[in-house]
């Protein structure tokens, strides 16, 4: 059979990284005594009132066609909410909500990037990125973060990264798989060389209400970024909503409108009542988002203390998120090697971290996204693990 080229295009290079992580999950849905680490879906409920909210509005009929770029209100509370956070300027017609932060990102790449194009990414980067930028043709372009240096910015690296065909920067801050926050010097030296060479910047946000130290900066807060600058936001982490695939960009109003004729063929309009419920959780839950933000805070000190008393680990504490970054070559073992051992060996599935890129090769992601007494019980196990090698 023949298919197109995008279909090699968007397979990346890093799904095999996921073959332990399904085969976690397969053995979970079996009742099988193992504990998924490796994934980085909330555990917690969706807060009762939402979904209060969403039954309410399908009863009411909120189940028809909606607008491609979603429902008024709920863009204008998107881009309230971005305003009192970034000082920028916005309004509905800079909100396009979509499928997910994901279907935003792709939807980005199609309306910026063309065959032949240049996408900077700064990496480790999340897996999906790769296929994104290279779906229209163009080709990813990896500024490799020095694990030495903490993951942090490398600015000389960068900007040696752009050449005559580079278009945007894509990163994610906070960053999955690393947790680190780019800070207000480095976003504004990125902001700097997005004004000097014109290129967009595509700035992933989702993990920006579970930031744990210090103050989460935004890209769109430098100024002169409101030519340049598409925010990603999402649903998904910080309402425990993963499911709902609630996310939106918020861009100027041409870019927004470019966005809305691909989503006409991809989506025709996300449903209403899941609209009105995500509307309802930005309004009026944030007393859940903190409340998940200090179990994540918990859970990731508790990790951290864990993992840091182990003889050849050596864990990164992140900013933000819902991961941690261990380095496991102190234990003589490939990042590849300790995840599949560790797993057969004790049930506790964990990703190896080459799956961000080859700058995180020798590191583990380890997902806090589980209850208390399963996390210990893990750290436990992983303990055993190492002390009988």
């Keep these: 059979m023949r298919f197109s080229s995008l279909t090699d295009r968007v397979k990346g290079d890093a799904a095999d990284a996921w073959d332990l992580h399904y085969l976690a999950k397969q053995a979970s849905m079996k009742g099988e005594d193992v504990i998924v680490l490796s994934v980085g879906d909330p555990d917690f409920a969706t807060p009762d009132a939402v979904v209060d909210k969403a039954l309410r509005a399908i009863r009411e009929g909120d189940t028809h066609y909606t607008s491609i770029s979603g429902h008024d209100s709920l863009r204008e509370c998107i881009a309230e909410r971005h305003h009192a956070r970034t000082g920028q300027i916005v309004t509905a017609q800079n909100v396009i909500t979509t499928s997910g932060a994901q279907n935003a990102l792709f939807a980005c790449s199609l309306c910026l ?4 194009d240049e996408a900077i990414v700064l990496q480790p980067m999340y897996v999906t990125y790769e296929a994104t930028v290279q779906a229209p043709g163009a080709k990813l372009v990896p500024v490799v973060l020095d694990p030495d240096n903490g993951f942090r910015l490398d600015r000389e690296a960068l900007e040696a990264a ?3 065909r580079t278009r945007a920067i894509f990163y994610a801050s906070p960053s999955n798989p690393t947790g680190i926050s780019l800070n207000r010097d480095e976003l504004a030296f990125i902001a700097e060389l997005a004004r000097r060479h014109d290129l967009w910047i595509v700035a992933d946000e ?6 744990f130290d210090g103050e989460m900066h935004h890209i769109a807060s430098q100024p002169g970024m409101y030519e340049h600058v598409i925010t990603l936001g999402s649903m998904s982490k910080s309402y425990a909503m993963s499911g709902w695939r609630l996310g939106w960009a918020i861009a100027p109003a041409e870019m927004v409108d470019n966005m809305e004729k691909l989503a006409l063929c991809m989506l025709y309009g996300l449903p209403g009542f899941i609209q009105q419920a995500s509307e309802h959780a930005l309004r009026h839950c944030d007393a859940d988002l903190q409340r998940m933000r200090e179990i994540y805070r918990r859970r990731r000190d508790r990790l951290y203390d864990a993992l840091s008393s182990m003889k050849g680990l050596q864990p ?13 070559l102190g234990t003589g073992m490939s990042s590849h090697e300790f995840a599949s051992e560790l797993y057969h060996a004790t049930g506790v599935s964990v990703l190896d971290a080459t799956a961000f890129g080859a700058s995180a090769a020798g590191y583990v992601r380890v ?5 208390d007494a399963e996390l210990d019980e893990a750290c ?7 002390e009988s090698l």
């Excluded at 989702?206 to 930031?211: M, Q």
């Design 316 to 328: 990164l504490l992140p900013d933000a998120g819902m991961f941690m970054m261990v380095n496991v």
């Design 113 to 116: 990037l063309d065959a032949g």
């Design 367 to 371: 997902s806090y996204t589980v209850s």
């Design 206 to 211: 989702v993990y920006t209400d579970f930031v």
């Design 380 to 386: 436990r196990r992983v303990g055993r693990f190492v």
């Design 162 to 164: 752009i050449s005559e």
